[in-house]
């Protein structure tokens, strides 16, 4: 789990994986608020503009660090 109050501007970018009950999928934080991480899963495999293609809203508790 990510914990989001520990977030910061530097976090941007950074690879994570969505872990619910099924399937595992990566992606990279565009941005977060309070409650909430946006991160793209689906970028055309362009992702050094990962920032220029829609976040889905991600609870923090389904998220990991990549490693």
């Known amino acids: 789990m990510i914990?989001?109050?520990?977030?910061?501007?530097?976090?941007?970018?950074?690879?994570?994986?969505y872990k619910p009950e099924l399937e595992n999928?990566?992606?990279?934080?565009?941005?977060?608020?309070?409650?909430?991480?946006?991160?793209?899963?689906?970028?055309d495999n362009n992702w050094e503009e990962f920032?220029?293609?829609?976040a889905a809203g991600t609870d923090p508790e389904d998220l990991f660090w990549e490693k």
Do not use: M
């Open 25 to 43: 999928e990566r992606g990279r934080i565009k941005s977060f608020n309070f409650e909430t991480i946006f991160v793209v899963y689906h970028c």
């Open 3 to 17: 914990n989001i109050s520990e977030l910061t501007k530097k976090d941007f970018g950074k690879w994570v994986v």
């Open 51 to 54: 920032q220029n293609y829609t």
